[in-house]
């Protein structure tokens, strides 16, 4: 058994066209489907939250429209995406629903894990449905993100999800079984089961994009494995083509694991520690020192003033007693930070006018210096 995914407690699963969609009969692969949802209500069942990234809307839209086959000019797979969308949205909502679990459709460009707000609100609505135990089914925008039909992949795009949802395992269903030394068709050939880092040589195995169907291939898969190892998050290339295939990974099918060296929660707290420039500061009271230091969030009661200009999402200085003694990312502006500083959590609401949550830094944005 591979405990790296039996035992991840946050999991993106990306799946390609060409593993959910018939591409002759222009249809989805229920049977397909219905043993992949098996396998995801099982993890869910040990405890794990689940995120799907789903690829196949334009494969489902341009039979409904007629397109002929091979390659689409823009305008028209920006169409066959519209028209395909509904359909794919529709079957995972009915095949998650056959096992009481809530399906989610979040559309998405690059941009909205790139940029600061876009990410935030992102992120703070995948938390939400998570912890409302749904299952978020996230697709690219392609009816409005021209450069991501263009040059965008799936890939790429799970791994930006599993780092901003800080995951512990990433799941790219494909229709190779992992990482070859060569193509697989080649003689000599050689299978890579694990992989620790991503040197020169490792991205030297990459070759071009297998399937006629997807956007990506072997390069946007060695890619996307930087994205998630930096992270923190392990990750798995993994043959599809079988039915429950995240079950046939868990019982040792064969497949290529990246394997990262440190945790997602550790990678992200790095990250705040070394990485980032503060641009304000919150002075504490002892009582807040103290609760930081037991793996407590700051919450605005324990702040006695704020300095600086900062945005929501940028990086702050805890300070107490002139000096600093913690990071973190502040869930309000500066404005905002002033406003609530010193309240207790049920006025926070009352003053902010809705509910943006008592944290003004949750315990996972926040580092012990």
């Given at each position: 058994?591979?405990?790296?995914?039996?035992?991840?407690?946050?999991?993106?699963?990306?799946?390609?066209?060409?593993?959910?969609?018939?591409?002759?009969?222009?249809?989805?692969?229920?049977?397909?489907?219905?043993?992949?949802?098996?396998?995801?209500?099982?993890?869910?069942?040990?405890?794990?939250?689940?995120?799907?990234?789903?690829?196949?809307?334009?494969?489902?839209?341009?039979?409904?429209?007629?397109?002929?086959a091979g390659k689409l000019k823009l305008d028209q797979s920006q169409a066959a995406a519209a028209v395909g969308q509904i359909?794919?949205?529709?079957?995972?909502?009915?095949?998650?629903?056959?096992?009481?679990?809530?399906?989610?459709?979040?559309?998405?460009?690059?941009?909205?894990?790139?940029?600061?707000?876009?990410?935030?609100?992102?992120?703070?609505?995948?938390?939400?449905?998570?912890?409302?135990?749904?299952?978020?089914?996230?697709?690219?925008?392609?009816?409005?993100?021209?450069?991501?039909?263009?040059?965008?992949?799936?890939?790429?795009?799970?791994?930006?999800?599993?780092?901003?949802?800080?995951?512990?395992?990433?799941?790219?269903?494909?229709?190779?079984?992992?990482?070859?030394?060569?193509?697989?068709?080649?003689?000599?050939?050689?299978?890579?089961?694990?992989?620790?880092?991503?040197?020169?040589?490792?991205?030297?195995?990459?070759?071009?994009?297998?399937?006629?169907?997807?956007?990506?291939?072997?390069?946007?898969?060695?890619?996307?494995?930087?994205?998630?190892?930096?992270?923190?998050?392990?990750?798995?290339?993994?043959?599809?083509?079988?039915?429950?295939?995240?079950?046939?990974?868990?019982?040792?099918?064969?497949?290529?694991?990246?394997?990262?060296?440190?945790?997602?929660?550790?990678?992200?707290?790095?990250?705040?520690?070394?990485?980032?420039?503060?641009?304000?500061?919150?002075?504490?009271?002892?009582?807040?020192?103290?609760?930081?230091?037991?793996?407590?969030?700051?919450?605005?009661?324990?702040?006695?003033?704020?300095?600086?200009?900062?945005?929501?999402?940028?990086?702050?200085?805890?300070?107490?007693?002139?000096?600093?003694?913690?990071?973190?990312?502040?869930?309000?502006?500066?404005?905002?930070?002033?406003?609530?500083?010193?309240?207790k959590s049920a006025e926070v609401q009352k003053l902010m006018g809705e509910d943006r949550g008592d944290e003004l830094i949750?315990?996972?944005?926040?580092?012990?210096?």
């Amino acid at each position: 058994m591979n405990n790296r995914l039996a035992t991840a407690k946050r999991i993106v699963v990306k799946v390609g066209s060409a593993l959910l969609v018939d591409q002759a009969k222009g249809v989805v692969k229920s049977q397909w489907l219905t043993s992949l949802v098996d396998d995801i209500t099982k993890l869910k069942q040990a405890g794990a939250d689940v995120i799907l990234v789903s690829s196949g809307a334009i494969a489902l839209g341009r039979r409904t429209l007629g397109l002929p086959a091979g390659k689409l000019k823009l305008d028209q797979s920006q169409a066959a995406a519209a028209v395909g969308q509904i359909a794919l949205a529709q079957a995972w909502a009915e095949a998650l629903k056959t096992r009481t679990i809530v399906a989610a459709q979040v559309l998405v460009t690059l941009q909205d894990t790139e940029e600061r707000q876009r990410y935030l609100n992102a992120r703070a609505t995948l938390s939400t449905l998570l912890a409302q135990s749904a299952v978020p089914v996230i697709n690219e925008n392609d009816t409005v993100a021209t450069s991501e039909i263009r040059y965008g992949d799936n890939d790429r795009l799970a791994a930006r999800v599993a780092s901003m949802m800080s995951a512990d395992a990433l799941v790219l269903l494909s229709d190779i079984d992992g990482l070859y030394s060569a193509p697989p068709n080649q003689k000599g050939a050689q299978f890579i089961a694990e992989v620790k880092d991503i040197t020169p040589e490792i991205e030297a195995m990459a070759g071009k994009p297998i399937s006629g169907v997807g956007s990506g291939g072997m390069v946007t898969k060695i890619e996307a494995g930087k994205i998630a190892l930096s992270a923190g998050c392990h990750m798995v290339i993994a043959s599809g083509h079988e039915l429950h295939p995240l079950k046939r990974i868990i019982d040792g099918e064969r497949c290529t694991w990246f394997v990262a060296q440190s945790n997602a929660l550790q990678s992200r707290k790095r990250w705040i520690a070394g990485t980032l420039t503060p641009t304000g500061k919150l002075l504490v009271d002892d009582g807040a020192k103290t609760a930081l230091g037991k793996g407590k969030s700051l919450l605005p009661a324990g702040v006695k003033s704020v300095e600086g200009n900062f945005a929501r999402g940028d990086t702050v200085s805890i300070m107490a007693s002139g000096q600093e003694f913690a990071r973190g990312l502040v869930a309000y502006d500066a404005t905002e930070a002033r406003a609530i500083m010193g309240q207790k959590s049920a006025e926070v609401q009352k003053l902010m006018g809705e509910d943006r949550g008592d944290e003004l830094i949750h315990r996972d944005d926040l580092v012990m210096l």
